[in-house]
């Protein structure tokens, strides 16, 4: 995990960065590459901007983080009973 510190006056921490695995959701799930982003929102968006995808192609784009220290994966379904 990689720290960015952006400059500000407050005493604000700085973003911690996860890598992202990047898969396209088509017959079988294509292995695009990693991104490093703080959020999975921010994750999709330079996903979508790095391999240049459609609207459609980025519905179909499946962010997971490869984070150890995560214990739930941000992505995972969460049922309450």
Do not use: H
Request: proline share 4%; glycine share 4%.
């Amino acid at each position: 995990m990689r720290r960015v510190s952006k400059k500000n006056s407050g005493g604000a921490k700085p973003i911690q960065l996860r890598e992202w695995r990047v898969t396209l959701m088509r017959y079988r799930g294509e292995f695009l590459s990693y991104v490093e982003a703080a959020r999975l929102e921010a994750a999709e968006i330079a996903a979508a901007k790095q391999f240049s995808l459609s609207e459609f192609q980025r519905s179909g784009c499946y962010c997971r983080s490869t984070s150890k220290s995560c214990p739930v994966s941000p992505t995972a379904d969460i049922r309450l009973n």
